[in-house]
C-alpha cells in the first residue's frame, strides 16, 4: 500500500511461544511504537492477553490490533469493553490492516470506515461491514519474495491451506 509505505515505519518482533510475556512486553513498549499488531492463535492467547494488558497499562492510549482466527469475531470474548483503543481484525489481516493503518494517519480517525474491525466505544461493540475477499493471492505481496524477512531469524514458513476462493454450484 503505498499511502502506508511513505508514512510507516515497520518493525517486525518475533519471538517463541516459551518467551516471558512480561519481557515481551518490555521489549515491545521500547520500541516507543504508536500501533502494535498481533497475531492470535489458540496456542498463544494467554500470552497475547497479558502482554495487551501491559502495554494498555504502561500507555493506555497505544493502539492495539489483534487478528487471527482465535479473535476473528470473538472480540467480546478477548476485549473487554472500554477497550476503544484495541479492534480486532475480522477477516483477512492483509487488507484491513492497510486499511485501519490508512484510517490512523488521517487528522480524525474513525474505525467506523474501516471494513472488516470490531473495536468499543466506551460500551458499545462496533463491528464494521466485512471487506470483500482477496479473489487472486498474487494481490498481497509474497513478504518471502519481497525480502521482508530478510536478515531475521526466520527459520519456518506458515502456509495456510483453508482459504476458499470460490465456490463452484452445480
Avoid: K
Amino acid at each position: 500500500d503505498a499511502e502506508v509505505g511513505r508514512s510507516v515505519d515497520f518493525v517486525i518482533h518475533s519471538r517463541p511461544v516459551s518467551y516471558p510475556a512480561e519481557e515481551l512486553a518490555h521489549e515491545l513498549l521500547s520500541l516507543d511504537a504508536d500501533v502494535y499488531a498481533l497475531s492470535c492463535y489458540l496456542w498463544n492467547m494467554r500470552r497475547v492477553q497479558a502482554v495487551v494488558a501491559r502495554l494498555t497499562a504502561a500507555r493506555p492510549g497505544v493502539r492495539i490490533l489483534l487478528g487471527g482466527p482465535q479473535v476473528m469475531h470473538h472480540i467480546a470474548d478477548y476485549v473487554a469493553p472500554g477497550l476503544d483503543h484495541v479492534a480486532v481484525a475480522n477477516g483477512e489481516g492483509e487488507t484491513i490492516f492497510a486499511g485501519y493503518l490508512r484510517q490512523l494517519l488521517r487528522p480524525e480517525p474513525d474505525l467506523g470506515q474501516v471494513a472488516g474491525l470490531s473495536f468499543w466505544r466506551g460500551e458499545t461493540l462496533v463491528t464494521t461491514a466485512q471487506p470483500d475477499r482477496v479473489r487472486e493471492l498474487d494481490e498481497i505481496p509474497s513478504p518471502f519474495a519481497a525480502g521482508v524477512f530478510d536478515g531475521h531469524d526466520y527459520t519456518f514458513a506458515v502456509v495456510e491451506t483453508n482459504r476458499e476462493i470460490g465456490r463452484a454450484h452445480v
